[in-house]
């Protein structure tokens, strides 16, 4: 069975930092482009941030350019997204996904809350 | 960035009956590779996204075949046969032909 399981969101203050994690199990991690999604409470959904599978390849939607890095260990099967200087419009559920090419998306988290407030 | 536009937003449908929803591009989303990288996803109450097409007309395993995917360069459509209370949900368009992949707003689908 193929899971995706997120952690490490939470409530942050406008301007601080946090790191999400993602546990992979039941694919080849390894071989997989790897994708972070965010939906805002009651909003669509908005691609963030993409890496290949040796993480020699990285994409970011403008939005959060500068500001969040994606990286991955593939000894751990995990994927990561680090968030500094963050914004009240960061606030949203960021799901962990399987990319299977160009946008195909085919395993999603169950995601993680991020709650920028004061 | 591509601009990805569904219509309508909000379909109200009787259990039984078809439902169709439109997703427009700005951009053509033929790849220069020959594909065209359009998904469709569903995402029911307090779940995920689940996806239910790829490149325009694949169905998922797992998805019924009351579900098809049609159209090409900028016009795109997810069909729904025969509705049932199990597709209530929001479902989305999106492409992956051109950086950064980009989502429609979405189409709430309800049961009249």
């Known amino acids: 069975e193929v899971q995706l399981v997120e952690s490490g969101g939470g409530l942050v203050q406008p301007g601080g930092s946090l790191r999400i994690s993602c546990a992979v199990s039941?694919?080849?991690?390894?071989?997989?482009?790897m994708s972070w999604v965010r939906q805002a409470p009651e909003k669509g959904l908005e691609w963030v941030a993409n890496?290949?599978?040796?993480?020699?390849?990285?994409a970011y939607v403008d939005s959060v350019k500068g500001r969040f890095t994606i990286s991955r260990d593939n000894a751990k099967n995990s994927l990561y997204l680090q968030m500094n200087n963050l914004r009240a419009e960061d606030t949203a559920v960021y799901y962990c996904?399987?990319?299977?090419?160009?946008?195909?998306?085919?395993?999603w988290g169950q995601g993680t809350l991020v709650t920028v407030s004061s | 960035d591509v601009v990805m536009t569904q219509s309508p937003l909000s379909l109200p449908v009787t259990l039984g009956q078809p439902a169709s929803i439109s997703c427009r591009s700005s951009q053509s989303l033929v790849h220069s590779d020959g594909n065209t990288y359009l998904s469709w996803f569903q995402q029911r109450p307090g779940q995920s996204p689940r996806r239910l097409i790829y490149k325009v007309s694949n169905r998922d395993s797992g998805v019924p075949d009351r579900f098809s995917g049609s159209g090409s360069g900028t016009d795109f459509t997810l069909k729904i046969t025969r509705v049932e209370a199990e597709d209530v949900g929001i479902y989305y368009c999106m492409q992956g032909t051109h950086w950064p992949y980009t989502f429609g707003q979405g189409t709430k689908l309800e049961i009249k």
């Open positions: 996904a399987r990319d299977a090419g160009w946008g195909a998306i085919d395993y």
């Open positions: 039941g694919l080849t991690f390894g071989s997989s482009w």
């Open positions: 890496m290949n599978q040796d993480g020699s390849t990285l």
